[in-house]
């Protein structure tokens, strides 16, 4: 299978090189040519597999330059029971007869990026040797809270990369940044930056494209790629638990085979709906994507209009890795929507550079809606979600699931539509305790409390065990204290890989 850039559809490389790469010289993100196909028998025989056995099976169709022993060799490191806190890696908990939840968060570091991010190293790692690259290869992260962590922990010493993470200083829950400030490893950098999520991604994406600054990092033994959303090989892990969601229903009798479920998803960046959407478009049998936003709606206005315009307020919430206004895997989403259409891709992004705004023609908005519904919430309807259903459940979930929860209830209030629905459960309630716990119990539970008092007491509340990796932090050295303008990011890369 080939990969072409959604901004140059006359190029034309391998899986390893796109992965290698990470993000298209022209700015464009790395696509496959053509989806493979899942037939229904296919999705019988997983129903049974392990999780691991279905992303081999998965992987295997757009990995076509690996071979099977080294695709189950990158799963097998990946998805290990020393890194996941449940046997099942991506389990469904069913909520009542219309409603699960697809727990994301079982990975190392609590958040569902350790789905891809957990075996990107060893898919990069192999991408590199099999592109002959002597290079020592610079993994650069903008993160909106979650990525960051899971990326530092899947890189962390690994053979011949490096990775520096930029994270919005205020942008993150106080977790989020002990995660990340605490990572030990002899090839990690950390920085703040002083604005919020989308000047740190727009700062990596500089850094990504400056031809000059790059000839001087390969002269120096260096080459950039990514491990944000916008790498292929962040992406296509994540089609893989669409599929395992759908078996294990199959498997515990919720639903019969070919029966259409729908998922709702809180994102921000996209690319998470997008592995859905993915999956559907091969043969995955579902009705509709439910889109979800905090107050950051930009994704819900452009679904709901056909109006991109990022020239908005931006609302620091309790959900904060939502908290995105540049949607960079949309760009996927309308390369396909488009049909392939790399002139009609330039002309949006270079609207969305120059103005802060596109929007795409009718034909094309009613494509979208054909397969997304979009809905938004804001922080007390977030909060008033984590309470109803711990009332009425005893489940807790983290303030990104609630959102989901907040607009599916409200999809199928608006619709009617009674479709088995799973929700991505993309954070464990722990990394946003205090959040939670205000939901749960007031601002009284949380008032003159520190973040591992916090955790101490939600166990207690939610009858859940503290996550190993969070539990842990409270005796970590806290080892990165910089931060940066965005103006100077390059040179902090710089002075990371002393480089001059």
């Not at 899986?15 to 496959?32: H, N, W």
């Not at 984590?386 to 699931?401: A, C, F, P, R």
């Amino acid at each position: 299978m080939l990969y072409s850039s959604t901004r140059d559809n006359s190029l034309k490389i391998k899986s390893a090189q796109a992965i290698k790469t990470g993000l298209s010289k022209d700015g464009g993100l790395f696509v496959p040519e053509m989806l493979p196909k899942i037939t229904q028998g296919d999705l019988e025989s997983l129903a049974p597999m392990s999780y691991n056995d279905r992303a081999v099976f998965i992987l295997s169709k757009f990995l076509t330059d690996f071979d099977l022993f080294e695709v189950k060799e990158c799963v097998d490191l990946a998805y290990s029971k020393e890194k996941f806190e449940t046997a099942g890696i991506a389990p469904v908990y069913k909520l009542n007869e219309r409603v699960y939840f697809l727990e994301l968060w079982h990975g190392p570091t609590c958040a569902f990026k350790d789905m891809a991010l957990q075996i990107l190293p060893h898919l990069l790692t192999k991408s590199i040797q099999k592109c002959g690259s002597d290079k020592e290869c610079v993994i650069l992260v903008a993160t909106s809270g979650d990525t960051g962590k899971a990326a530092l922990e899947g890189f962390k010493d690994v053979d011949k990369t490096r990775i520096f993470v930029f994270y919005p200083e205020r942008g993150v829950s106080e977790i989020q940044k002990l995660q990340m400030i605490t990572q030990e490893g002899n090839n990690v950098g950390v920085a703040a930056v002083i604005g919020n999520f989308d000047d740190a991604q727009t700062g990596v994406k500089k850094i990504f494209t400056d031809e000059d600054y790059n000839e001087r990092l390969a002269l120096n033994g260096f080459e950039l790629s990514s491990a944000n959303s916008i790498n292929w090989g962040r992406l296509v892990p994540q089609i893989v638990y669409y599929f395992s969601a759908y078996a294990d229903l199959i498997k515990s009798d919720e639903i019969k085979l070919g029966d259409k479920i729908n998922f709702a998803v809180p994102t921000g960046n996209f690319g998470n709906i997008l592995a859905g959407y993915y999956a559907k478009k091969m043969g995955l049998p579902v009705n509709k994507f439910i889109c979800a936003s905090n107050e950051n709606n930009v994704l819900t206005e452009f679904i709901n209009t056909g109006v991109y315009d990022k020239n908005r307020k931006f609302h620091t919430t309790i959900s904060p890795s939502m908290d995105i206004l540049v949607s960079s895997n949309l760009e996927r989403l309308l390369y396909d929507m488009t049909d392939g259409n790399d002139e009609k891709i330039r002309e949006y992004m270079g609207a969305l550079a120059e103005d802060g705004k596109y929007s795409v023609s009718a034909d094309v908005l009613a494509k979208i809606q054909e397969s997304f519904y979009a809905g938004c919430c804001n922080d007390e309807e977030t909060m008033q979600t984590i309470s109803s259903v711990n009332e009425e459940y005893s489940y807790v979930m983290d303030t990104h699931t609630a959102v989901g929860k907040y607009v599916y209830d409200k999809y199928a209030q608006q619709t009617g539509d009674t479709t088995k629905t799973v929700i991505a459960s993309t954070a464990s309630p722990f990394k946003f305790n205090q959040s939670v716990l205000i939901a749960l119990e007031g601002l009284s539970s949380v008032a003159g409390k520190n973040e591992f008092e916090l955790l101490d007491i939600l166990a207690e509340k939610s009858n859940m065990r503290i996550p190993k990796s969070l539990s842990e932090l409270k005796s970590k050295a806290r080892l990165f204290d910089m931060s940066c303008e965005k103006k100077q990011m390059k040179q902090v890369v710089s002075e990371f890989l002393k480089v001059e």
